[in-house]
């Protein structure tokens, strides 16, 4: 492993991402790590991903990165939960990396929009602005929001808002409402080109 302190969990996805492709997993790279990469710079312990891969085939995963010599703990959620799992990965220095599967209402085609971004000279798949935007909005905590938000104000592009609308309603009403607010308040146009209220 390319780790050698704690504090180093992006070093630790480098190496987690190694085997994801050794084993063919497709992969796409969300929370703090994504947030970075969309104008959200903050500190976090962890980096998290989702996985393109069913709950049953994470059991052979876990034993995949225990040989590779990561400790491993595999959750799996409730009915109510809206992660069906999560493979909590670490080091000897509790470096972690969480890949994450089954998120309620998230739109499998995501993986084919992931984004690429080198992190120290490698490619990694990140999720879209669009999926990013729609999965804070759905997680819904008073951080997610302003991450959200100020991916929408940092954006280098104009955001698909038809996609992102798309997105929000497969997480259901409170996010297509979230959704709608935050364009209400912070975008400059409508669809339409006109200027809103």
């Known amino acids: ?6 504090g180093e969990s992006a070093l630790l996805l ?4 190694q085997v994801l492709s050794k084993e063919q997993v497709d992969y796409a790279i969300v929370g703090a790590m994504a947030a970075s990469v969309y104008g959200v710079i903050r500190a976090s312990r962890d980096a998290d991903a989702l996985l393109s891969i069913s709950v049953p085939a994470l059991t052979g995963l876990e034993r995949t990165f225990r040989a ?20 909590m990965l670490q080091d000897g220095f509790d470096n972690q990396v ?3 599967v089954g998120i309620r ?43 959200a938000k100020s991916a929408i104000e940092s954006a280098l592009e104009p955001l698909d808002l038809d996609l992102v609308r798309k997105l929000a309603s497969r997480y259901g009403a409170d996010t297509v409402r979230s959704l709608e607010n935050l364009l ?3 975008a400059p146009e409508n669809d339409s080109g006109l200027e809103l209220d």
């Open 98 to 100: 969480d890949l994450l």
């Open 105 to 147: 209402g998230f739109d499998p085609e995501a993986f084919s929009r992931s984004i690429e971004v080198p992190l120290y000279g490698e490619p990694l798949k990140f999720v879209s602005l669009e999926d990013f935007i729609a999965m804070k909005l759905f997680a819904g905590g008073p951080q997610d929001i302003a991450d």
């Open 1 to 6: 492993m390319r780790t050698n302190a704690s």
């Open 68 to 87: 590779a010599g990561f400790r491993t703990e595999l959750r799996r959620g409730d009915f109510d939960d809206p992660i069906a799992a999560v493979l």
């Open 184 to 186: 209400g308040n912070h």
């Open 14 to 17: 480098l190496d987690v991402v």
